[in-house]
């Protein structure tokens, strides 16, 4: 199951600059130090006091689930999502790659990797997770699917 391409828009665009780089960015509040969940939507007010930092890359499986569908031509796949905790202590929802979808996944350490949205080269690039170096499921590669 593909997300399908994604655009950016004027309010994701840093986000998705940092994805580029290969970099997964974090909306901090910088007087404070505390990360913003990312689907807080801060007011207006609250935009000066936030900035963008680079996340560490690496969290743990907190929850997952397989979903199932279907390639053109009818081929049948699965696509594993997850919840994880990434090192800085944020859920973070995201696509789980080079994973089996049958076996247990809690707390899986897994690191932060991207790959594009679409084939065109105008997409923007997604955050996906895979299994860490030393996890049981380490595969050391990037693969397409799993």
């Known amino acids: 199951m593909a997300v399908g391409p994604v655009a950016r828009d004027s309010a994701s665009a840093e986000f998705f600059d940092g994805t580029r780089r290969g970099v997964l960015l974090l909306r901090r509040r910088s007087g404070t130090g505390e990360y913003l969940d990312p689907s807080t939507v801060p007011t207006p007010s609250e935009e000066a006091d936030l900035e963008y930092v680079p996340a560490a890359g690496g ?42 979808p049958d076996a247990d996944l809690s707390d899986l350490r897994v690191k932060v990797d991207f790959v594009p949205s679409g084939p ?27």
């Open 59 to 100: 969290g743990r499986v907190v929850s997952w689930a397989a979903l199932h569908s279907r390639r053109e031509g009818g081929e049948p796949v699965r696509t594993v999502i997850g919840i994880v905790e990434l090192d800085e202590g944020l859920w973070w929802w995201s696509r789980l790659v080079g994973v089996d």
């Open 120 to 146: 065109e080269p105008h997409h923007e690039v997604m955050p996906v997770f895979r299994p860490a170096e030393g996890s049981p499921w380490h595969e050391g590669g990037r693969d397409e699917y799993r």
